[in-house]
């Protein structure tokens, strides 16, 4: 992990906080529609689905949310190949991948973090993002863990040196054992990890 484009990052991601409603409405606006757009260009899935419902591609810009068809879990895995936006990607690979490797940090294809669900309902789902999408999504974690803090704030208690613990399983590619372990060294040892930010894994 670069921990100074990530304090970078984290600044600019906190900056919308200053933003007011209509604004923030309007940025999450932008967003959801240009996201529209990519999948209807780039997944046949969303793009059939779309249209079963009636939903023109002029129309991505002006229909509210709830105008489009929602999918759950079991829609997404039974779909994925066709869902996805990033050709010959498919669950069986990624269940392959991480059965022969072990639940490091280690890629795959070289770029993409692989995490799955516990298989509660009956079988893991296997989840990809590359190095942008997984960078966005520690910053939420962090954003989220150190909500009412200013980046001042933030590096005055990055200098204290905390202490932190995270108490996982961490015998699979599991999202937030995963995420925490970012950078460390030694996740996917032990079920149970200490966590610091000075020396690493304490065992």
Partial sequence: MDYLKTLRDLFAFMKNTRLSETQMRELQNQKL?????????????????????????????????????????????????ELITIPGLNQEQLRKFDAENTADRRPYLGK????????????????????????TML????????????????????????????????DGRYGGAMAVGDGIDGVGQNRC???TLRSGIQR
């Avoid at 529609?33 to 002006?62: C, M, N, P």
């Fill in 33 to 81: 529609r240009a996201l529209l757009h990519f999948v209807w260009e780039r997944s046949a899935f969303y793009r059939h689905t779309f249209e079963e419902a009636g939903i023109t591609e002029k129309q991505l810009d002006r229909l509210p949310l709830s105008a489009f068809p929602t999918i759950d879990k079991t829609i997404l895995m039974e779909h994925f190949e």
């Fill in 112 to 135: 993409y973090h692989v995490v799955h669900s516990s298989g509660s309902t009956g079988k893991p789902g296997y989840f990809i993002y590359d190095e942008a999408a997984w960078h």
């Fill in 139 to 170: 910053l939420g974690i962090i954003r989220g863990a150190l909500w009412n803090m200013t980046i001042l704030q933030i590096l005055k208690l990055l200098a204290g040196r905390p202490r932190i613990i995270y108490i996982a399983a961490t």
């Fill in 193 to 195: 990890i200490w966590i």
